[in-house]
């Protein structure tokens, strides 16, 4: 990994703001940006698609992955005063009113019709000049939705996609298959509708990277992912540019954390070649699972547990989708003898891997486990 980012930095500019553009260009479908810290990715998106409402009339959909997180979100923040004067011309604020239930701001500027224009921004939408520009929903609850609902929704805008290994937080069940879900519900068929995930530089081992079987990253900035109708980017860009931020006392003080990597250089906390080993002999065979399509078999072998491609007939196949079990599988319980014995040898380090697409494919079961 350290190879792509040294490669990123001999042949592009190292700018320390995010700019959407060159990613925009390839007008793909699910779009990735995975950057470091504080390069200004969501604000860039927030900027980018409040623009797209006020020149066309479209809206969006702020989206993260529980409640919870959306509950925690400071309404009054969600456009910042710089964000809404990079996008309004001569912004001024006349008058701002905040109750728990919105925030109302009522505001002058040179691009817009109105002398004065109203902003209410709440946990649930935000409106100006009394139509919808964004909704704020959460993964979890996507089942809610309707789709005829949302027919002037052409962007969803995923948020912390990735989770940070060193959080609490866990990836939903089968969350790429409800995300997938959740954005047919809003889109549906219609054309010109994209879908852009943003997340830090924290974990490649995810069910992301699984699903789209991206396994080998060769330091490049842009993976055009055809067959997925998906978009990988990986900016190039660092919360520190200047030689003088590199001698603030924060920075010294990161630079001998696990987090400098993630946030100066866009490196990922937890990557991806670790813990890949070609064994033969393989004899102690464990458990298999039927996981993306394909087959994993666990083995004994030293105190640890070999995950390899294939599958055993003499071994019951364990999967991760209740309705997989009229197919013959076993469902795959976290809480079951083997879901608690997978989760703590897992935390225990205790898998070695065939390769790198066993690997990403065995994250998904962990991630159904923890």
């Given amino acids: ?12 500019t190292i700018e320390k703001w995010y700019n959407p553009q060159k990613m925009l260009s390839y ?23 409040l623009k797209r409402f006020i020149e066309k009339g479209e809206q969006f959909i702020y989206l993260r992955r529980n409640k919870s997180e959306l509950d925690r979100i400071d309404k009054d923040k ?12 001569n912004f001024k604020i006349l008058e701002s009113d905040a109750s728990k239930i919105h925030t109302k701001i009522i505001f002058s500027c040179d691009n817009m019709a109105k002398e004065e224009n109203t902003l209410i921004l709440s946990t649930t939408k935000i409106i100006l000049n009394g139509k919808i520009v964004c909704y704020l929903k959460s993964l979890s609850t996507w089942v809610d939705l309707k789709g005829s609902e949302y027919d ?13 290994p060193a959080s609490k937080k866990r990836y939903l069940d ?52 055809k067959s997925y109708a998906t978009l990988l980017e990986f900016p190039p860009h660092s919360a520190f540019t200047s030689e003088e931020e590199k001698e603030t006392g924060f920075f010294k003080l990161l630079s001998k954390s696990n987090i400098y990597e993630s946030v100066a250089n ?32 666990g083995y004994y072998i030293d105190n640890m547990v070999y995950i390899a491609k294939g599958y ?21 319980n976290k809480n079951s003898p083997l879901g608690k014995t997978l989760k703590k040898l897992y935390l225990q380090n205790m898998f070695i891997y065939e390769d790198l697409e066993s690997k990403n494919n065995f994250m998904e079961v962990i991630s159904h486990v923890i």
Avoid: W
Wanted: proline share 1%.
């Fill in 312 to 332: 055993d007939k003499n071994l019951n196949a364990y999967c991760l989708e209740p309705n997989q079990v009229e197919d013959g599988y076993i469902f795959l």
């Fill in 152 to 164: 002037e929704v052409m962007s969803i805008l995923y948020d912390e996609v990735l989770i940070d």
């Fill in 266 to 297: 866009n490196e990922f906390q937890i990557k991806n070649d670790k813990n890949i080993s070609k064994i033969k002999g393989l004899k102690s065979r464990l458990y298999s699972f039927y996981v993306n399509d394909s087959y994993l078999t």
């Fill in 27 to 49: 007008n793909q479908y699910l779009n990735f940006v995975i950057g470091g810290r504080g390069i200004g990715k969501t604000f860039s998106m927030k900027k980018y698609l």
């Fill in 174 to 225: 089968n969350e790429v298959n409800a995300l997938l879900n959740f954005i047919f519900s809003v889109f549906r068929r219609r054309d010109g509708c994209h879908a852009y995930l943003l997340s830090n530089a924290c974990n490649f081992n995810n069910p992301y990277f699984a699903f789209l079987k991206f396994y080998n990253d060769t330091g490049k900035r842009f993976y055009n992912l």
């Fill in 1 to 12: 990994m350290k190879e792509r980012r040294y490669f990123l930095f001999m042949t592009e």
């Fill in 78 to 89: 969600f456009f910042t005063t710089e964000l809404l004067s990079q996008v309004f011309t």
